[in-house]
């Protein structure tokens, strides 16, 4: 059974950093891409970052580049979301997701394009 857990959410104040994991069970993380992906009240779920171990590529929304990194720990199989200079704007719960073309369709005009798998969500909140 595939499952995504992600943890490392929680409150910080603008300019603060989080780190967000999301674990993976039930494949590797050869199998699939992952994405992480956010959804602020009253709008709609966003592409944040992707990443794929196995096509060596990486994406970042415009929104957070210079400021967010994805990465993984293979022994683990764990993905990672480091987020630095956080703003209140990035407030949201922050979805983790595997899909086999997620970075292949990480361009279409539709945002959850590719997902296969998601999971249940972390809160992140910035304070101004």
């Known amino acids: 059974e595939v499952q995504l857990v992600e943890s490392g959410g929680g409150l910080v104040q603008a300019g603060g950093s989080l780190r967000l994991s999301c674990a993976a069970s039930?494949?590797?993380?050869?199998?699939?891409?992952i994405g992480w992906f956010r959804q602020a009240p009253g709008k709609e779920r966003e592409r944040v970052s992707c990443?794929?171990?196995?096509?060596?590529?990486?994406f970042y929304a415009d929104s957070v580049k210079g400021r967010f990194t994805i990465s993984t720990d293979s022994a683990k199989n764990t993905v990672y979301l480091q987020m630095n200079s956080l703003k209140p704007e990035d407030t949201a719960v922050y979805y983790c997701?595997?899909?086999?073309?997620?970075?292949?369709?990480?361009?279409?005009?539709?945002?959850?394009?590719?997902?296969?798998?998601w999971g249940q969500g972390t809160q992140v909140t910035v304070s101004s």
């Open positions: 990443i794929s171990t196995t096509d060596r590529v990486t």
């Open positions: 997701a595997a899909g086999t073309f997620l970075t292949t369709l990480w361009h279409t005009s539709v945002s959850v394009d590719g997902v296969d798998y």
């Open positions: 039930g494949f590797t993380l050869d199998d699939y891409a």
